[in-house]
């Protein structure tokens, strides 16, 4: 009987470790060499190699890769998936991809299997989210369905994809934010607004950019020069030239002396003195030296970063993780 036991426990403890290992988080970036594009994963070893022209990082389990002339998807693997027969290619969002056909001038909607998913077509038109897409047919915006219907009147002179759960919406030069029902949830008195992110949106004044709340309320006075979406609880400005990053409270908590920044992730910016990039975290201080030409955004603990003419990726300490030996590169995402 305590053989058995024994035996049982260690099915079990063999089970929990195989569970635990299929639940571990695969990451993949583009990237190019000798003028080709392929995917990478977080050792620098070739998943897809570079075969094509142009690639799109991948959403949802598929990637819009250019191959000669025309664009498809490829899945995980670099298997064909929806083949070439595209002139654009946009991410996959809530299992529907905008895409433009050749010889056509007008976007249309495709599932994962590369059937369209409704007749429908616009002049231009948006990501889905929350189950609705800002698209335009003629002069005006309005939000669709999942069956090209539009459930949000077509009678805005702007429209974006919903973030944070509101779309921004411009009607009549009155800039604000509807729900999902194409109410409003926030009406404002701005000139410009951008969107909702961490319950919080960059907005134009009279005098420059601040910030909003979800209520319309100003966090941050309107004047900056510029704002951008906030990313990990903060938000980056510009002032006389110069960058910062303000909390949600509105407190400036990184001080505008930076030439250029990316916004937050993984708890690390991108900055610029004007001649190279490094990298601070959410303390303003200097993590990664700035001796880089470019950096990009962290992702799964690495970011592509180019010295010279070549790219490699770092680590959160600054450490090479994968070599410089890539003519461009894309910042990791995580793939299912």
């Given at each position: 009987m305590k053989t058995m036991f024994k035996i049982l426990i260690m099915i079990l403890f063999i089970a929990g470790i195989s569970v635990k290992g299929t639940n571990a988080q695969k990451y993949l970036a583009g990237a190019s060499q000798?003028?080709?594009?392929?995917?990478?994963?977080?050792?620098?070893?070739?998943?897809?190699?570079?075969?094509?022209?142009?690639?799109?990082?991948?959403?949802?389990?598929l990637a819009g890769v250019k191959s000669r002339n025309s664009w498809g998807y490829i899945g995980l693997t670099g298997e064909w998936v929806i083949q070439p027969t595209l002139k654009r290619a946009e991410d996959f969002s809530e299992g529907i991809a905008r895409v433009i056909y050749m010889k056509a001038g007008t976007w249309a909607y495709i599932d994962k299997t590369g059937k369209q998913a409704f007749n429908e077509q616009f002049e231009n038109c948006m990501n889905?989210?929350?189950?609705l897409a800002a698209a335009r047919a003629s002069s005006?915006?309005?939000?669709?369905?999942?069956?090209?219907?539009?459930?949000?009147?077509?009678?805005?002179?702007?429209?974006?994809?919903?973030?944070d759960g509101v779309g921004r919406v411009a009607i009549d030069k009155v800039y604000g934010f509807v729900n999902p029902?194409?109410?409003w949830a926030v009406k404002t008195g701005m000139e410009n607004i951008r969107d909702m992110h961490d319950g919080i949106a960059p907005a134009k004044g009279k005098n420059g950019w601040g910030y909003i709340d979800r209520q319309g309320k100003v966090i941050v006075p309107t004047t900056n020069e510029h704002a951008e979406k906030f990313s990990e609880g903060l938000g980056r400005a510009?002032?006389?030239?110069?960058?910062?990053?303000?909390d949600a409270t509105g407190k400036l908590v990184i001080p505008f002396r930076y030439d250029n920044c990316r916004s937050f992730s993984d708890g690390m910016a991108a900055v610029s003195d004007g001649k190279s990039w490094g990298y601070i975290d959410?303390?303003?201080k200097l993590i990664v030296s700035a001796k880089y030409d470019k950096a990009l955004d962290f992702c799964g603990g690495l970011a592509p970063v180019k010295s010279g003419k070549t790219w490699g990726y770092i680590d959160i300490t600054g450490k090479t993780a994968i070599p410089f030996r890539f003519d461009d590169a894309m910042p990791f995402v995580k793939v299912d």
């Open positions: 000798n003028g080709k594009w392929g995917f990478i994963d977080t050792k620098g070893e070739w998943v897809i190699k570079p075969v094509f022209d142009e690639v799109q990082n991948f959403s949802e389990g889905f989210s929350n189950g005006k915006w309005g939000y669709i369905d999942k069956s090209g219907k539009y459930v949000i009147p077509d009678k805005y002179d702007h429209a974006e994809t919903f973030s029902k194409g109410e510009r002032v006389k030239g110069s960058w910062g990053f303000y959410k303390s303003g």
